[in-house]
Structure formats: structure tokens, C-alpha cells
């Protein structure tokens, strides 16, 4: 591979208004080159990529230039360094990463991830507000999940789901019943689609009665309402989320840095 050098740019020759310069530090370059090998697959999740002193050979820069690099994806979630072992593409499967998007924490005992009954799994066109934050086209085909989440038998969240049809083809209620792990692990493992980062939206809502059946609760009952859109590489939108909380033993937990 040819060595990477930072991106330039000239003047234009006419002397006409020239372009906005841009300038990208190289450890960002070698990052983004990083990242599309992620992407690509040639490094699958919960595989050790290179050492910094290989990648810094293919890439042909400096090992700390690497490292700065690998800093910022570890940061990031995409990789995660292990102490005397290496480095390895970050993966759903991992005890650590089954927290790192359900926030919703219990206010006495440990952390553990809850049961899923699933309510509904089909195959629908995606109405227009759906295909708007998953940059579809109204009327895209997706699959619409709805399950009830349960702590120790208890129901506690209520979550529709919305992801791209044409990504997730194939999913269904039987195959989401007999896995036993947790949903994103699923889809990175079967679905090639692993969740980089989310954004999110909270409000306090009252439990309309189809939902405060499904919770147990008296209709009007406060929730907290979390709306999520998920992102993989690329920044490609693949799963919308809704989902209603019960917070009478539970609390919803970001730490902020």
C-alpha cells in the first residue's frame, strides 16, 4: 500500500477563489482506513486485528501515529485492547457490551440483563416518520418487533422495534425465541450489522392501557419514554427503538465524561 500522507490542497491556478482547505491529521486518516477494514469484515468482531507495529508497516507511518489511532476506536467501542494479548474488533457477544446500551438499572442487587417475551415480529411497509430516521423510503419494507422485557418475572419495558427490511431479511419470531443471547448479538452474528453508536431521546409519558396491561400497571401510570436510533459503520441508521420503562425498582443510569 502506498504511504499515507495528509490530504493537500493547491491554489488555483487562474487565481479564481480556490477551494476551502482541508486537512484531515494523519492519525484520523489512519483511523478512517482502520475503520473500513472493520467494515469490511476483514477483521469480524471478537477477532484480533494487527499489532501497531503491522499496521504501522502496512500503513507506512509511525507506530505512535497507530496508537493514537487505536486510541480513539477503543474510545469509541470499536475495539477493545486486552492487557498481553492484543487488540480486538469490539463484539456484542461480550459480557460488557450487553450494558453498554440497556441503561436501565435496578435500584437494589446487580445489573443483569432481563428475559424478552416477544408480542409481535412482522414484516410491514415502513410508515413515512419511520422511513425518515432510517433513511428509507415510505413504504421500505420492515421489520416491526414489540416484546416485553421482565426482571426477575417482573415486566419492566415495553419496546417496539423498526429495522430495515432488506438487512434483516429472514428475521423472525421463532429464530428471536430460540436465540439466547442478547438481540445486537444476534444481529452482528447472523445479520452482519453490529450497532456503533445511538442517539436518544427521553420523556415522561403515561402508560396508554395496552401498555400498562403488558406492564401490569393501572393505565396513566408515569414511564419513562427512551426513543433511539441506532447506528452502524458509516453512520447508516439500522434500528428504531421505542421503548416504555417502569422505574417503581429500576432507574435509568448514563454516565457522563
Request: charged share 25%; with cysteine.
Amino acid at each position: 500500500m502506498n504511504p499515507v500522507t495528509p490530504n493537500q490542497t493547491t491554489s488555483d491556478a487562474t487565481g479564481a477563489a480556490a477551494a476551502s482547505p482541508t486537512f484531515s491529521p494523519l492519525y484520523q486518516q489512519i483511523k478512517g482506513l482502520i475503520t473500513q477494514s472493520l467494515q469490511s469484515g476483514e477483521w469480524k468482531p471478537g477477532e484480533m486485528i494487527p499489532s501497531e507495529v503491522e499496521l504501522a508497516n502496512r500503513f507506512k507511518v509511525s507506530q505512535g501515529t497507530v496508537r493514537k489511532a487505536i486510541d480513539e476506536l477503543a474510545a469509541e467501542n470499536l475495539v477493545m485492547r486486552r492487557q498481553g494479548k492484543g487488540t480486538f474488533v469490539s463484539t456484542h457477544h461480550e459480557a460488557r457490551a450487553h450494558f453498554r446500551f440497556l441503561r436501565l438499572m435496578p435500584d437494589e442487587g446487580v445489573p443483569h440483563y432481563p428475559e424478552s417475551t416477544f408480542i409481535e415480529v412482522k414484516r410491514l411497509r415502513a410508515p413515512a416518520e419511520v422511513a425518515r430516521l432510517l433513511d428509507l423510503k415510505s413504504g421500505d419494507a420492515v421489520v416491526y418487533i414489540k416484546r416485553v422485557q421482565n426482571f426477575d418475572g417482573v415486566p419492566t419495558i415495553v419496546e417496539e422495534l423498526w429495522l430495515p427490511g432488506l438487512i434483516f431479511k429472514g428475521l423472525t419470531a421463532e429464530r428471536l425465541n430460540e436465540y439466547k443471547g442478547p438481540m445486537y448479538g444476534l444481529f452482528e452474528s447472523e445479520f452482519g450489522t453490529r450497532m456503533i453508536r445511538a442517539q436518544e431521546k427521553i420523556r415522561a409519558v403515561c402508560a396508554e392501557p395496552g401498555d400498562a396491561e403488558l406492564l401490569r400497571v393501572a393505565a396513566g401510570t408515569p414511564l419513562l419514554c427512551a426513543e433511539r436510533v441506532s447506528f452502524t459503520y458509516g453512520d447508516k441508521p439500522v434500528e428504531l427503538r421505542r421503548g416504555l420503562y417502569l422505574t417503581e425498582r429500576h432507574h435509568y443510569q448514563n454516565d457522563l465524561s
